[in-house]
């Protein structure tokens, strides 16, 4: 990012607003969790601030994508639904490994 404006690159504002709506969604899984007694508050912390992070990421990694190819809406197209496939892809696998992990204990 350079010094010499105060704007933010599209990958930069996309990871954001996605880490905000990765943040808000997790918040209102985690806390019926927390709630219910299942987990203890800096568990539900350490959850939200990590999906988050993935949000975040998935987000910033789609816009950078996009703008690579900007100037070509099919390639653009099939690489935003791609990505967003392939982070679905992800996500569900990491969620299936904690899932077995906390069934395993």
Request: net charge neutral; charged share 15%; proline share 2%.
């Amino acid at each position: 990012m350079s010094n010499s404006r105060d704007a933010l690159s599209p990958v930069n504002r996309a990871m954001i607003a996605g880490a905000l709506v990765g943040a808000t969604s997790s918040c209102l899984a985690q806390w019926k969790t927390y709630q219910s007694g299942e987990q203890s508050l800096n568990q539900t912390a350490v959850n939200v601030a990590r999906d988050a992070t993935k949000a975040g990421l998935i987000s910033g990694g789609v816009m950078a994508v996009a703008n690579a190819s900007a100037g070509r809406p099919l390639l653009t197209m099939l690489a935003i639904v791609s990505a967003g496939v392939a982070g679905m892809y992800l996500l569900d696998e990491v969620q299936n490994k904690r899932d077995d992990h906390d069934t395993a204990e």
